[in-house]
């Protein structure tokens, strides 16, 4: 225990810790480009033309019906025999962002779906657009509904990256191998390994909250009636 904590720590920490940064970029990454996808993903699929419709939902199944490391190793093995060759990063954010994206397609699915007819019947009816219809009326109320299960597939992403190890990135498990083929000590590598993850899960779980909070209606319309009363009372 002594050796652990005052001689492995402080030894192999900063190695792992590059590697864990080399995780959350591929998540934020990964993430961004998979939200943009996933929603126009889901906006084709809610189209009326069958020929834009049903080949969408067969690239989704596709995606969602196979499993991530497969799909890693075809991107990343399988595209430079047809002329597309990428690095071993991007490789994994082409994988990331498309399985992320398949699910996320699904959630905006259900969450623009739900938006209630009648605004946006209402909205149509003021003469709005039908894109400025979906900027201020449909996308707001789609995007605070899936907020909760964006930031649920964000802790899930964090811990898939692990399997960009596969393909030769170096983010945090690589590293993990790398210290164990010097070291030879599966067990407490692994155990630092997991705190890291379970902190980096621990503290994005904690921003997505906040944030979910601070979006509320409720909470906005008191940040707004803040100032409102300051001025009034300035006034007087």
């Known amino acids: 225990m002594y ?74 093995f399988s595209l430079p025999e047809a002329g597309i060759v990428l690095s071993a990063f991007w490789a994994g ?22 938006v209630d007819l009648g605004q946006k019947a209402a909205a149509v009816s003021l003469g709005m657009s039908p894109v400025a ?3 201020r009326v449909v996308i707001p109320q789609a995007g605070l509904a899936s907020l909760p299960t964006l930031g649920g597939y964000f802790i899930a992403l964090l811990k898939d ?13 690589r590293h993990a191998t790398i210290v164990i083929s010097d070291t030879f000590d599966s067990m407490n590598t692994y ?20 944030i979910e909070i601070s979006l509320t209606p409720a909470n906005r319309r008191a940040t707004i009636s803040i100032p409102l009363t ?3 009372e300035g006034a007087r």
């Open 3 to 76: 050796n652990f904590f005052f001689i492995e720590i402080p030894e192999h920490l900063p190695f792992l810790l590059k590697g864990a940064l080399v995780t959350i970029e591929l998540s934020v990454i990964s993430m961004v480009l998979g939200t943009f996808l996933g929603f126009f993903l889901a906006i084709g699929r809610l189209s009326p033309r069958r020929l834009v419709r049903l080949p969408l939902d067969a690239f989704i199944e596709i995606v969602r019906d196979t499993p991530l490391i497969v799909q890693l190793l075809l991107i990343y």
């Open 161 to 173: 990256c692990s399997l960009v190890s596969f393909i030769s990135v170096n983010e945090l498990l």
């Open 93 to 114: 954010i082409a994988g990331l962002t498309l399985n992320l994206a398949a699910y996320l397609s699904e959630v905006f699915r259900a969450s623009i779906s739900a």
């Open 230 to 232: 300051m001025d009034k």
């Open 191 to 210: 155990i630092m390994v997991a705190i890291i993850y379970f902190v980096m899960s621990f503290v994005s779980a904690r921003i997505i909250r906040h």
């Open 133 to 135: 219809v979906y900027r």
